[in-house]
């Protein structure tokens, strides 16, 4: 396996380079009967894109999605979905001066130590440009979550640097979350974030944080119990995003603190008479698998690793010491822009196990 494909039964692979011609995604295993066009993909990847405000890159992509094959009259076949954008504004020759160094914290020494070769060209595959592909197909995966459980998927920004909203993940909505330069649904931090974020970008450096994610609507029973386990593989869809280094869900690390008569949560029956929790450290999971209570889970960002600062590094010719300074257009904060790709990677891993359960039981 070459690591460019996600899901078992919701099988998607993506493909393209930051500065290549194009980048897309291949969907294998999607439903039959689901009404889709271009329109239902658009809006996600207008979340996503470059140039949507002063604390993303200035690189100017439509990122204009077009559907390829696997739908037929506006409803898709069940054969393979190919969504393919192509890049209209790659300046590989941004990147001439830096092909022989490798970049501090990038992906540089490593794929050039697993391949023996590497793309310089904006990092090639390991460029975020590849979540394009992801958010394309987390679309497809939100519509069909919402049409058959009506799940739904958000997520927002809690913390830039060491700035932090304490706002309740339940009192979070979409339209508090886009109202946000930053996409952090407090109105208060928000300001100060993106504050922060353009002072960052002005000294020519970088921040991280973190980005909440929430998933309602899950039904009780999906994930596998021992290594399939939902919060697994929510975790590895959470790690395999670009800068992410940390992932926790529920109380998470906060929990190692709390008694286990504090921590646990004690279950009740509603008036309609469905099983819940009275609280939910557990983040919506159980032994691995769906608890019926809203998942709610953290992912960490580490700081952008180009900056227009000088950094010492080496050269990948001589392998003697030299000085790098970041060229080209990144972000100061990859947050903003990293929201939607979280919801895309949430939606595609629940729409993968919700299959895995269906087929189960059919």
């Known amino acids: 396996m070459a690591g460019n494909t996600f899901g078992l039964l919701f099988r998607v ?16 295993g999607c439903p039959p009967g689901l009404e889709l066009n271009e329109n239902d993909i658009q809006p996600e990847l207008d979340r996503r894109k ?29 054969t393979p979905i190919l969504l393919i954008a192509h890049n209209n504004d790659a300046r590989p020759g941004d990147y001439n001066n830096l092909k022989d160094l490798y970049r501090p914290s990038h992906a540089d020494y490593t794929y050039y130590a697993k391949y023996g070769l590497r793309d310089w060209r904006g990092s090639g595959r390991a460029s975020a440009r590849e979540t394009l592909a992801r958010v394309a197909a987390g679309a497809i995966a939100k519509k069909l979550l919402r049409k058959e459980l009506g799940i739904e998927t958000l997520a927002y ?13 339940s009192e979070v909505t979409t339209e508090k979350v ?11 931090a928000s300001k100060k974030m993106v504050s922060l974020i353009e002072s960052i970008r002005d000294e020519g450096d970088s921040i991280g944080g973190v980005i909440v994610g929430r998933i309602t609507g899950v039904p009780a029973g999906l994930g596998e119990p021992v290594f399939d386990k939902l919060h697994a593989e929510l975790g590895k869809a959470m790690l ?3 800068a992410v280094k940390g992932f926790d869900i529920g109380s998470g690390f906060a929990g190692v603190s709390l008694k286990g008569s504090v921590h646990n949560d004690p279950f009740i ?7 819940r929790t009275t609280k939910n450290h557990a983040g919506g999971v159980l032994g691995g698998i769906s608890s019926g209570e809203t998942i709610v889970f953290r992912v960490a960002f580490k700081p952008v690793a180009t900056i227009s600062k000088s950094q010492n590094t080496i050269d990948h010719l001589t392998k003697l010491p030299a000085i790098i300074k970041g060229e080209g257009r990144h972000d100061p904060c990859v947050l903003p822009r990293a929201v939607p790709i ?21």
């Open 342 to 362: 979280v919801e895309a990677m949430s939606a595609l891993t629940i729409v993968d196990h919700w299959l895995r359960q269906r087929a189960q039981y059919s």
């Open 157 to 169: 920004v809690q913390q830039v640097g060491n700035l932090v909203t304490d706002l309740d993940p």
């Open 13 to 28: 692979t993506t493909f393209g380079e930051s500065h290549g011609g194009a980048v897309g995604a291949v969907i294998d």
């Open 178 to 188: 886009e109202s946000s330069l930053v996409r952090c649904p407090d109105p208060e």
């Open 50 to 78: 470059p140039g949507q405000s002063s604390l993303t890159t200035p690189r100017k992509e439509a990122d204009t999605i077009k559907i390829a094959s696997g739908v037929f009259e506006g409803n898709t076949t069940g």
């Open 269 to 275: 029956t509603d008036s309609s008479g469905r099983v």
């Open 240 to 242: 395999s995003i670009n």
